[in-house]
């Protein structure tokens, strides 16, 4: 891990922009490889069922209580998604 990491919150070493069929499934298989994964999707009318699927499958790979569910984040602020980035971004 950088230097820029944290134990309560490890840098993501991969970025996945956009959460629709494509994304979600590039960053569920990164994550069940053990690769720290952000994801961002802008805010929309869709985007509220996007995250709720995402959730749905992060509980299905990882359990309800696992702790490797911090490998997998989701977000629709743009800064807060880059800053969950490892550098070099």
Known sequence: MSNDDDE???KSRVGV???GVMGQNL???IASKKFPVSCYNREDE???RLFEALEIAKKELFGEEG????L???FTDLKEF???LQKPR
Request: charged content about 25%.
């Open 46 to 48: 869709f985007s509220s």
């Open 17 to 19: 922009f956009g959460m």
């Open 67 to 70: 702790e490797d569910e911090r």
């Open 72 to 74: 997998l984040r989701a």
């Open 82 to 84: 880059v800053e969950s």
């Open 27 to 29: 960053a569920l298989n």
């Open 8 to 10: 309560t919150n490890p």
